[in-house]
């Protein structure tokens, strides 16, 4: 229902009917381009919807099949809305955002919004020392801080300082996330637990980040289908709405490397939030379940606070007492994250919210009726908020 | 000291190496009547009042360590050489919102690895020095009592 000044509400107007993935894998054989088909094949097979009425499709960096490729690969019809948003991870969330601003105002009827990426097999981006990264890179890679990693150990050791958290959170969320693995046939890590020993004795990515804080590296590709509140009804499975959701980029922020403000450990997640929760009928009190992006495990922490689960610097101690754990106060990624199932840029997040709220996810939340999903925290940055 | 990275240098940032090159630490800083506001990194216009007008204001090049890491392979082949070197943030004491990313040496001239890295600390009182790193004059940063 349009509101009188003639602007439109996303909330609830649209919603995720069809999810689709290949397999996940250290190296898979097919091109970036064959798994993007496949998924995408795969989530309007599982929405009941034929190729031919897709008309827009939403993507985000550094996607490398393009709408030309894609559309005509899988037989799309004459698409009228594409849309690809920048800042890595930070775009997962945003590709929703953006279907369903167009299939609300009527650009559109069926959208489509995929991953894929080769980031397994392929090469590691931070080594390409020719392809600056969007972040103002002449001030910090020639000092060695080359890695992502990098960039987000150094925020958080000075979170640790100033909140006293400690490894312990951190392996909280490694370990939270890899039990959920441990439950999903699917995840690279399905069948390999995690105990704090091994924690607390593997090798240093970038002191105080391990191994174990640092996601996968992973081939796979994901995809789903949005479509309006009133076709999804008509849908094969239980509709999973866009209740709200939200992009994120803060005054003055500098993307990773976000050393040059007032206050760098308050990143674009309490931006998002803040848009988040204004259009929303629930609050952080009602989160059944959270997907969050968990490129490293200090994230969870920051996004817990960003995104009002908690204080300002008490995202450490929430992670205490089984809190992400299954029964806890917020069960986290619960097929288990891109630390534990797989890293394809937070795309596995989204289509796990989506298991979730349609009741079949192999570590289901019993009853979970609504879900956080978020993007990369640290970049500029999305998020939405499913409801069933 | 092989194979590390120089600046990739734009038009904003180059007064900042030139200064660098002259052993001066400046940070941009609005030129408007009655504004002034420091900014980094160098962009064309002052986020606080719009102003185009800018001016490179030289700081006492004194600051403190606001956070480090101590990267560890995989690596670009040039840094992996320097394990363990230490990547500090300094907050500049003239600009604390400002935050270069530095390493600390022993002295000016020294490698990236000449400072055992259980000596740093956040806080650590830190003094800008000067080095040439592959025909670029960067700053590096001391311990003000090593």
Redesign the interface.
Known sequence: MAPPDGTAFLKDSTAIVGIGRTPFARRLPESEKALACRAVLAALADAGIAPSEVDAFASYTMEETDEVELAKAVGAGDVTFFSKVGYGGGGSCATLAHLAAAITTGQATVGVAWRSRKRGSGP?PW?D?TA?LPT????????????P??EI???A??YM?EYGATRDHLFNVALACRNRANQNPAAIMYERPLTRDMYMTS??????LCLFDNCLETDGALACVLVSAARARDCRHRPVYVHSAAQGLPA?H?GM?N????D?LAGPAWTAARHLWKQADFGPEDVDVAQIYDAFTPLIPLSLEGYGFCGRGEGGAFTEGGALETGGRLPLNTAGGGLSEAYVHGFNLITEGVRQLRGTSTAQVPGAETCLVTAGEGVPTSAVLLRN | MTE???????DD?APFWEYAARGELRVQACAAAGCGAMR??PRPCC?RCGSFAAVWRRTSGKGRI???????P???PG?AA?VP?H?V?VELADAP???????LVARAGAP?DSVA?GRLR?GARVQAVFAD?GG?V?PRWVLERP
């Open positions: 590691r080594t020392t600056q103002p890179a002449q001030w910090t890679r020639p000092f060695g801080l080359l890695r990693a990098d150990a150094m925020l050791r000075r300082h090798r240093w990515i970038s002191e105080p003055q500098h490397v050393y040059w403000n007032d760098p | 590390l990275l120089t600046p990739v240098v734009d940032g980094f990194p986020p606001w956070s480090y890491v101590v990267p560890h995989p690596l670009l840094y320097l070197y990547p943030l919102h400002i935050r270069l990313v530095g390493n990236l890295p956040i790193q670029v960067v």
